[in-house]
């Protein structure tokens, strides 16, 4: 929906709203006209159910006013004497259109001192699971979410089983796009595996301003741009089309800010012709082909000594295939009696296909160079460079595209130029060899950015046998920062136990006085 169509939309519940409750206004000893003038009139019936002004506010927050109306709708109702069951299901299953019933066809007795304290324990009970449900809700969507990592596209870094907290304000919290959705849950209900949202309305994207902005390096969490998977653990292949905030969520290393010209020289990236120096954190791992002497490795020490998380494999007598290594790691393994060669691969040209999935001489090893659109920018459109940029007219900004020949259309223009309306980013796995990032499918936009992951509060290592083992050097550390990765887990139980012994001292103390 457009902006126009939002305000029309928004005139119109205005008006519902009005024909429903002007007589309740009346009865409460308010003006017939505080029923129609937006926003004011939500205030005002704060005023008549005796519930603080600021949930007027949450009444125009999306997903948590699909918690407000229905609380809304019953304190109405118990304002005016209507405080049955039958009065509640009804209220809430009409969509609160039970309450016109009241305003034309009742007589309105409105109670101005009625008790705010629940009657009974389920009453109890139900408004303070609403309650909290409201607020972890704020806090999951513009404060902080927790995150696990699945893959190992950044490993070394953030490991597989790592269980993060991804700060939304960092780079500015985004508003629900989708108005209708379930609370806390992304696409998918736990447990029934049903879709969680409904795909219509859509709310015009929006960002509040941020602490900061994407830089080169930042580990960012963001709405996966070509997403069309219906569930990842559906086997019928079905695909889907889901709003941008409903995309799966991928978690990548920035490489390059939008303006930046970035090209990737056998695995090595560069930035506006300068080699991009990465964070003393970052662990780059490559795939390497391994000879030896006729010797095997011993797993126990792979993973033990080495900590070689991914995939061997042996393609040949004698010789192995290394999927990911570091180059530490393959310097020590280097030194090992048994090994006489090592080598890191690299891919040869046009192998495998990368974006934008023409015929030239890029690969993940060797790519580029590729400008990464900057909003307000303009470049000249031609048929050479139109693959590149293709999907950031048609699909994130809206554009109707038509060619024919060498001649470009766009909104039936003729175009030999383009002007972006948003910022673009180029994410990557620090695992070159074993990441589908940005080198498969193309550019993140601005506006499928999700946050940026700030501390790991818990993390755990399977060991294959659906056992886990927690890894306690990596509980509470941070995920940016200089130097090696510190546990602040102490000073947490430290805090933890002094909580307690001062509640347990004051308790006593207040118990013997």
């Given at each position: 929906m457009t902006l126009t169509q939002w305000f029309v939309f928004f005139l119109i519940v205005q008006i519902v709203h009005f024909a429903g409750t002007w007589k309740l206004y009346e009865a409460a000893g308010r003006k017939r006209w505080e029923a129609l003038v937006p926003i004011y009139n939500a205030i005002v019936l704060m005023k008549i159910i005796n519930r603080p002004t600021w949930w007027t506010i949450l009444l125009f927050v999306p997903v948590i006013n699909l918690i407000m109306f229905p609380v809304v709708w019953v304190e109405t109702l118990r304002s005016f004497g209507k405080n049955t069951t039958l009065d509640t299901v009804l209220g809430i299953a009409t969509l609160g259109l039970y309450i016109y019933y009241l305003n034309y066809t009742q007589e309105l007795n409105y109670i101005s001192d009625r008790s705010l304290i629940p009657t009974n324990k389920t009453a109890d009970t139900i408004s303070s699971l609403l309650f909290a449900i409201v607020v972890a809700t704020i806090v999951h969507t513009y404060v902080m979410q927790p995150y696990t990592i699945p893959t190992s596209s950044l490993e070394k870094s953030l490991l597989v089983g790592d269980f993060l907290f991804v700060s939304k304000f960092h780079y500015g919290?985004?508003?629900?796009?989708?108005?209708?959705?379930?609370?806390?849950?992304?696409?998918?209900?736990?447990?029934l595996?049903?879709?969680?949202?409904?795909k219509w309305p859509q709310l015009p994207y929006f960002r509040f301003p941020g602490l900061?902005?994407?830089?080169?390096?930042?580990?960012?969490?963001?709405?996966w741009p070509v997403d069309t998977v219906y569930k990842f653990f559906d086997t019928s292949k079905r695909k889907a089309d889901k709003p941008i905030?409903?995309?799966?969520?991928?978690?990548?290393?920035?490489?390059?800010?939008?303006?930046?010209?970035?090209?990737?020289?056998?695995?090595?990236?560069?930035?506006?012709?300068?080699?991009?120096?990465?964070?003393?954190?970052?662990?780059?791992?490559?795939?390497?082909?391994?000879?030896?002497?006729?010797?095997?490795?011993?797993?126990?020490?792979?993973?033990?000594?080495?900590q070689i998380t991914d995939g061997i494999y042996q393609t040949a007598q004698n010789t192995f295939l290394f999927s990911a290594l570091t180059e530490e790691t393959a310097e020590r393994l280097k030194n090992n009696p048994g090994v006489t060669s090592i080598t890191r691969n690299i891919s040869k040209e046009g192998e495998p296909a990368v974006f934008p999935q023409i015929n030239n001489n890029w690969n993940k090893d060797n790519y580029g160079p590729i400008y990464i659109p900057?909003?307000?920018?303009?470049?000249t459109l031609n048929s050479e460079n139109l693959p590149l940029y293709k999907r950031i007219i048609t699909e994130y900004e809206g554009n109707d595209l038509k060619i024919n020949g060498t001649e470009i259309r766009i909104n039936g223009k003729l175009a030999t130029?383009?002007?972006?309306?948003?910022?673009?980013?180029?994410?990557?796995?620090?695992?070159?060899?074993?990441?589908e990032d940005s080198r498969y499918w193309g550019f993140v936009p601005q506006n499928h950015i999700v946050g940026k992951?700030?501390?790991?509060?818990?993390?755990?290592?399977?060991?294959?046998?659906?056992?886990?083992?927690?890894?306690?050097?990596?509980?509470?550390?941070?995920?940016?920062?200089?130097?090696?990765?510190?546990?602040?887990?102490?000073?947490?139980?430290?805090?933890?136990?002094?909580?307690f012994g001062i509640t347990f001292?004051?308790?006593?103390?207040k118990e013997n006085s």
């Open positions: 919290a985004r508003t629900p796009m989708t108005a209708v959705s379930l609370p806390m849950v992304h696409d998918t209900i736990p447990l595996h049903k879709k969680s949202y409904l900061q902005k994407i830089e080169r390096n930042d580990i960012v969490v963001f709405n905030d409903k995309k799966s969520n991928y978690v990548k290393r920035c490489q390059g800010i939008a303006g930046d010209t970035l090209q990737i020289k056998d695995g090595i990236v560069y930035i506006n012709s300068k080699q991009l120096v990465l964070p003393q954190r970052a662990k780059p791992q490559y795939s390497y082909t391994v000879t030896t002497n006729g010797s095997g490795f011993d797993p126990n020490y792979l993973l033990s000594e080495l900057q909003e307000g920018k303009t470049i130029s383009y002007t972006f309306k948003q910022n673009y980013y180029w994410m990557m796995g620090d695992n070159r060899h074993n990441s992951p700030v501390f790991i509060w818990m993390s755990l290592d399977s060991n294959g046998k659906g056992l886990n083992k927690v890894r306690w050097e990596r509980l509470f550390t941070t995920v940016g920062g200089e130097g090696q990765p510190y546990s602040y887990f102490k000073f947490f139980l430290m805090a933890l136990a002094a909580y001292f004051m308790n006593k103390k």
